[in-house]
């Protein structure tokens, strides 16, 4: 796993099982799966550069 293997924190949510996280998901738009919440930033497929980036400029905010 992509995310496991950068050492990056993440919370998985299942949306099948878990009712506040299927709200949560179609509060979202919930069109597909994964929907990423990167610090605010909203990623609706799997890319690796797009994940990097956002957290790239979510640390570069907090930086600030």
Do not use: C, M, S, W
């Amino acid at each position: 796993r992509f995310l496991d293997q950068k050492g990056i924190p993440f919370k998985e949510f299942d949306i099948d099982k878990d009712p506040a996280a299927r709200q949560a998901y179609e509060a979202l738009g919930g069109r597909g799966i994964p929907i990423l919440d990167v610090n605010g930033t909203l990623l609706r497929d799997f890319n690796p550069d797009a994940i990097l980036a956002a957290l790239n400029t979510a640390a570069h905010l907090r930086a600030r």
